[in-house]
């Protein structure tokens, strides 16, 4: 075991000295992070204030446009062919012209937009919310005046009461990206420095020197897993550390996407810990193999950005899963990485799933030690020498 301790420590020190594996390990995460959330959370913060959008109106004394002006920022157009024209070069998102006045007392306002921008859906549903408020009180008012009361203008209102099931979790946004991040960066944290474990020796002609040590190749193999293993987990925590810079310091733009915190309770944490470590270590096996499998540390590469895309698509389905009855089905424990962010996921909701967790587990730990076995296997071969 002491063999074990130096050839890890060994990698360690490499991996440290490196500052391609320290900024894509260890800031790399905490910067895209705070980038990440700064802006978006501007963006999106900006688009949803109505005073940060601008809407073209024909001009008319119509005294609805009061109510359009204390909402937006109003630029008046001469004619509707004017207006349209805006439309079709894309200076204007959403332009308004007020008919006529039907004989029913009823006001149509035709509502130009180019339906593939999304901008102008998000105008054109604030613009939507103020008419249907103003269709609302106008209604009250008829209502109150003919001495009927103003609830007759709603005979059914919807009146929505939460049920808080466990802890309460995380906010929408976290829930959604947290395990999506925390995932993937588990895996790439460890892709810039698995090429060179033993890929990269074998160029290197330094593996030679390592194989007649007094160390046993299975050793090798351990101190090698470890230490990718604790960089691929060093970056995942990274990338939690920088939500929680974001957090703590309120940055600008952050306020809108985090406005509960992060929301993380004692027990979300309990099983995120449970359920990342096995994936980490599935993850570690998973780069080891293919760096040792390779010829050189070209060939590692290519093999292991292929096997990105099988960690990315069901990392990237576990942020839909949650509009779709997928996630609370027994199924999606026996799926690796997709498990591993949908337990996170629930746990962050505050409803922590004990059995999918265990189940979790279970599967990674299990691959992690299938795939250690095939690297210890390759390691016993003589070609595992074999360099371009």
Request: hydrophobic share 50%; net charge positive; glycine share 8%.
């Amino acid at each position: 075991m002491n063999y074990v301790k130096q050839v890890y420590l060994k990698e360690v020190r490499e991996m440290l000295r490196d500052k391609r594996t320290r900024s894509m390990a260890f800031f790399g995460p905490i910067f895209m992070m705070i980038l990440f959330v700064c802006g978006f959370g501007s963006i999106l913060g900006s688009v949803s204030k109505t005073q940060n959008q601008t809407i073209h109106v024909l001009k008319t004394e119509n005294p609805l446009t009061q109510l359009l002006e204390k909402a937006f920022k109003v630029v008046y157009v001469e004619n509707e062919q004017a207006g349209e024209e805006l439309i079709r070069k894309g200076d204007a998102k959403v332009f308004l012209a007020f008919g006529a006045q039907t004989t029913g007392g009823q006001l149509d306002i035709d509502a130009y937009f180019d339906p593939k921008a999304q901008g102008a859906q998000i105008v054109l549903s604030q613009v939507s919310g103020i008419i249907e408020t103003a269709n609302k009180k106008a209604l009250e008012q008829t209502l109150t005046s003919s001495g009927l009361p103003a609830t007759a203008a709603e005979p059914v209102k919807l009146v929505k009461k939460e049920v808080q099931i466990g802890e309460k979790g995380a906010g929408e946004f976290i829930v959604s990206m947290l395990p999506y991040l925390i995932v993937i960066w588990a895996f790439y944290g460890g892709f810039s420095m698995a090429t060179d474990l033993v890929a990269g020796e074998k160029e290197k002609a330094t593996l030679e020197t390592l194989l007649i040590s007094p160390v046993t190749r299975t050793q090798i193999v351990l101190g090698k897993f470890f230490a990718l293993a604790s960089l691929c987990l060093a970056s995942s925590v990274s990338s939690l550390i920088g939500f929680m810079l974001v957090s703590l310091l309120k940055l600008p733009g952050t306020s809108f996407l985090l406005k509960g915190g992060l929301g993380i309770t004692p027990t979300a944490a309990i099983v995120t810990i449970l359920v990342l470590l096995p994936t980490v270590a599935m993850f570690a096996a998973c780069l080891l193999s293919f760096s040792t499998y390779a010829k050189n540390a070209r060939e590692a590469q290519s093999y292991i950005s292929l096997a990105s895309f099988v960690v990315v698509v069901p990392a990237a389905f576990s942020q839909l899963i949650g509009l779709t009855d997928a996630a609370n089905q027994g199924w999606v424990n026996f799926v690796p990485v997709l498990n591993t962010a949908n337990n996170i996921r629930n746990a962050l909701l505050g409803k922590p799933d004990w059995i999918g967790t265990a189940i979790t587990v279970t599967i990674s730990g299990l691959i992690a030690a299938l795939l250690l076995v095939v690297v210890v296997r390759l390691f016993n071969r003589e070609e595992v020498l074999t360099r371009v």
